[in-house]
């Protein structure tokens, strides 16, 4: 098939590209194929009559590829658009401190709610006793997690939620991205006792 060769000859340039400019094999995957005929006038075989013979076929293969420099990203992308790749999407960028930025996101809140609970409980005349449930959800970066508040009925619940952006603004070498911050965020759900 005409279609499926000059895709495969598209995507060994690419991933030829890719090779010499030193990215590892192991941050390099195609992820996604699909080969569906079409008829006249553009028409895929899905939206033509069953009757009519095929005029062509459109194919497609997707590659993913990770990146640890952001310097090489304008070099990376350049290349690839001029040696087969003709389509990018899906470009996000995260953190390799996801770990570090989540923890300490996650002890911010921890720490807030309690002082939080601590403020409203002298606000009511009584004292905040031994913590019985904790529940804590945190999202950005590479993952997002969701998490479920799970309440007492002797107990007074505090909730607090806490932001840490990871990194500061940065640009690629010649100007052309601005990559800004990636948020991590924790929230964490606290339900004390209370003691009058």
Do not use: C
Not at 23 to 50: F, H, L, R
Not at 116 to 121: E, P, S, V
Not at 155 to 170: D, F, H, I, L
């Amino acid at each position: 098939m005409k279609a499926k060769r000059r895709n495969d000859e598209d995507i060994a340039r690419a991933l030829g590209f890719l090779k010499t400019s030193g990215v590892p094999e192991k941050d390099v995957q195609t992820d996604y194929i699909s080969i569906e005929p079409y008829g006249p006038n553009g028409a895929y075989w899905s939206s033509i009559s069953s009757n009519e013979t095929p005029t062509g076929y459109a194919v497609r293969k997707s590659i993913e590829v990770k990146l640890t420099k952001m310097d090489a990203f304008d070099g990376v992308l350049t290349g690839l658009l001029t040696n087969g790749v003709n389509s990018v999407q899906g470009i996000d960028f995260h953190t390799s401190h996801l770990r570090e930025h989540r923890d300490k996101a996650r002890s911010l809140a921890i720490r807030a709610a309690r002082e939080k609970a601590d403020a409203l409980a002298a606000e009511l005349g009584v004292k905040v006793g031994q913590v019985y449930n904790i529940n804590a959800s945190e999202s950005g970066g590479w993952w997002n997690f969701g998490g479920s508040y799970w309440g007492g009925r002797y107990g007074g619940g505090m909730a607090q939620n806490v932001v840490q952006n990871a990194g500061g603004p940065s640009e690629s070498g010649d100007g052309t991205l601005s990559i800004g911050q990636i948020t991590v965020s924790a929230s964490v759900n606290v339900s004390f006792l209370i003691e009058k």
